[in-house]
């Protein structure tokens, strides 16, 4: 079946350092490939997206390429702020339509100042 | 991007008695709801997906009969917990079906059975 896998955190960084959140998946056929974002007490918001092999989701400053051939949508940032902190979530959707989304464990960043 | 609402966003109820939490898309219509709920620091566990008009279809080891789910509108699906047991405690989020996978999420509901 699908699966997600992420790096286990918490990551803790400092203000301005550069973020990569490690997200593998395994499917089958061609997933749509997402990250969420939850910040504290509140539900999870769509960060970015990437549909196909090597489209590249980006938002807020954050980047994420669908790379099939290593399974992969790694999540980068160049620059964290403390506003930043949150718990990020790997997801896919499998293709041929249905919309279940499998998701990863999440990743807990921690920006100190 | 949408807005779907939950209400309550906290409830606190005594064993042995149910509580219904609503689900709803403010600015477009749903004909899939989802229904998850997230145990403290890890991931979110899909409970069942809410069609609208029909039965909903419930994940491998959640109990229908506990966890009643009604999509009665394109806008609205609601969770009833019955009976509930401290056990139940936790936070549920529903989520709606954008297509093609995306889902919008609302912001949750705290449930405390005491």
């Known amino acids: 079946g699908d699966s997600v896998t992420q790096m286990e955190g918490p990551v803790t960084l400092s203000e301005e350092a550069f973020l990569t959140i490690n997200c593998t998946y395994t499917?089958?056929?061609?997933?749509?490939l997402f990250w969420y974002v939850q910040y504290p007490g509140e539900g999870l918001q769509l960060l970015l997206k990437a549909t196909k092999a090597d489209d590249k989701g980006s938002n807020k400053g954050f980047e994420a390429t669908y790379r099939k051939e290593t399974t992969s949508f790694h999540l980068e940032k160049g620059s964290v702020q403390v506003s930043d902190s949150a718990v990020y979530f790997c997801?896919?959707?499998?293709?041929?339509?249905?919309?279940?989304?499998?998701f990863g464990t999440g990743t807990k960043l921690q920006v100190i100042p | 991007g949408a807005v779907v609402s939950q209400h309550p966003s906290r409830v606190i109820c005594k064993s042995g008695t149910s509580v219904k939490i609503e689900c709803r898309s403010l600015d477009f219509q749903a004909t899939t709801m989802f229904w998850y709920r997230q145990f403290p620091k890890q991931s979110l566990m899909l409970m069942a997906t809410s069609n609208e008009g029909s039965k909903a279809t419930y994940e491998q080891g959640v109990e229908k009969d506990k966890f009643l789910i009604n999509h009665a509108s394109l806008t609205l699906s609601t969770l009833t917990v019955t009976s509930a047991h401290p056990e139940d405690s936790s936070f549920y989020i529903c989520s709606a079906g954008a297509g093609r996978g995306e889902q919008y999420f609302g912001p949750g509901t705290r449930l405390t059975v005491t």
């Open positions: 499917a089958t056929g061609y997933p749509s």
């Open positions: 997801a896919l959707s499998s293709s041929g339509g249905y919309q279940k989304v499998t």
